[in-house]
């Protein structure tokens, strides 16, 4: 039986999992200023770290080797404790496998329901 979640409730990713929301990515064919490019993933990105909401924008090259959905849907990013965890805890269908895009940054990308969602575990240094 599917549990009907209440307006005033929370997703139970971040009631029950513990995920926190971390930005939403949205595709764009728009060349935005001062871009910042990311020459791995054939991909401009710009807004991130000016948007006090967390959005950032993606505008990607012809022949980017991004998956297809990502690079025509937004997509949520939630921070997770750990990503091999939840990877393997939680039944979700993952598109693109665990990777570090930055020092000290592990990412992957699951489809829910036609909808891309970004984990991402910030590595602490021990």
Known sequence: MIKVRLD????????????????????????????????????????????PFGIEWMRYEEGSPVNKLIQTVPHLAFEVA???????????????????PSDGVRVAMVEHNGAPIELIEFVKNK
Do not use: A, C
Request: glycine share 6%; hydrophobic share 35%.
């Open 8 to 51: 005033n409730e929370l997703p139970e990713s971040i009631e029950k999992w513990g995920w926190k929301y971390h930005h939403l990515g949205i595709p764009t064919n728009k060349v935005m200023p001062d871009e910042v490019y990311l020459p791995q993933f054939g991909l401009y990105i710009f807004g991130f770290s000016s948007s």
């Open 82 to 100: 750990d990503l091999d965890h939840e990877l393997s805890f939680r039944d979700l269908k993952v598109i693109t496998e665990p990777n570090s």
